[in-house]
């Protein structure tokens, strides 16, 4: 009798902790992988660099050349993703007038976005981005033909096909495909869309920049179609002098919410893209130059870079020409359009899994001072999809989350003897279909 109880107590208990435990992998996302066709990314770069010209002060009347025609083709473009999977996005022209170093009298900066809104959770935002607009050697030479092929139809033409190929899938989330526009001139269409979602208060968990997707040939001679980088502040831009003095004595230089966004996407893109292997940049983007992504990190908003890893400086910001048989100019027989696809398919895999992932933890807190165990606690989430929650630790040295523990719907754990001066920790939250928000480091360093 005695044994019989035993018995069945352990297949009871065995089974109702297997069933709390949510899968580790979701196979749509090899789907989503695969989807992203080179073929349509080639055809939508052809109809950009077409455009003669995509400078920001260039013609607006013409429907055939300058940036009003291609920003009218790019709206036109999300309409018809829009009409083929029953009117899924919203498409929207934001727009201000901007002035400045290289925009001298007052002109209109219109960048077009589409909205596919989450099921359960709308206002949770995360967005795609790449850019309209082009350049050649004169950034105010607004006249000459600039292909910007790579420099940004690659990104640009990524965002639609990554749009075509999410918009037959449902999630939780909102994923919102960016074109920005003025970004040669200093980067005026995402300081505009970003001002535009702070007044409509989008809570923006992640801005996935694309921009130079489609360059395998670097000037260094290196050749290579399976790597990408991903660059990420390390410590928050619009971190405060008081959150940067508890950063001290707490931690955090390496655990900005850009900085787990980038782990994050490492994780997914090397788990679901094939052939893919993503170098992590520790800083927020090339040295001196600057991309999309951070006037949303100027606002506080969880957002990265990802480009090519080998670059080609003849090719970018260059008027098309042949110097002693060398040729400068970014034009079109220079974009790989499989790289251009596979790194849309990283965008793909990487916003997939964030849609349909819980928020990440909120107001998560660690203590454990001169004790031997260490204690994380945060909020609770509301989702309707949320599972319960994963507990991360790595030594300070190590670039990824190493060590991780499944704890359940609970909203503290403590982690016995494991001291918390030796490492740096973090929560997740996990969906019931196993899709797990990025890390969340504790504190303001780390909030999301
Ligand atoms: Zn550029």
Redesign the pocket.
Known sequence: MIRIIVFTFFVFSSLSLTAQVPPSEDLRLYDIASASSSQRIEQDVVRLVNFGTRHSLSDTQSESHGIGAARRWIEAEFETISKDCGGCLEVLLIADMATGKRIPEPHEIVSVLAIQRGQSDPNRMLLMSGDIDS?VSDPMNSTSTSPGAN??ASGMAGVLEAARVLSRYKFAASIVYAGLAG??QGLYGGKIVVAHAQKEGWNIEAVLNNDMIGNIAGINGVIDNHSARIFSEGVRWAETAEEARQRYFTGGEVDSASRNLARFIKRVGEQYVSNLDLMMVYRLDRFGRGGHHRPFNELGYPAVRIMEVNEHYDR??QDIRNEQGQHFGDTIDYVDFDFAAKLTALNAVSLAALAWAPAPPANVTIEGMVQASTTLKWHMGEDENLSGYRVYWRLTTEPEWTHSRWVGRVDHFTLKNIVIDNYLFGVASVAMDGNESPVVFPGPAGAF
């Open positions: 350049r420099d940004n970004e040669e970018q910001h």
